[in-house]
């Protein structure tokens, strides 16, 4: 009853994350914006 040496090997794929703290281009002031809806 072998076979089970692959059981730590699951790796879930992560969706690319979205960045939801950036640099605002006209005022360069850092703007948060949370929007994910799933």
């Known amino acids: ?3 089970r040496k692959r059981r ?3 790796i879930k794929r ?3 994350r ?3 703290v950036f640099t605002c281009p006209n005022c360069d002031s ?3 914006t ?3 809806d799933r």
């Open 34 to 36: 949370v929007e994910i």
């Open 8 to 10: 730590r090997k699951i």
């Open 30 to 32: 850092k703007s948060v």
């Open 18 to 20: 979205i960045p939801s």
């Open 14 to 16: 992560l969706p690319k």
């Open 1 to 3: 009853m072998g076979g």
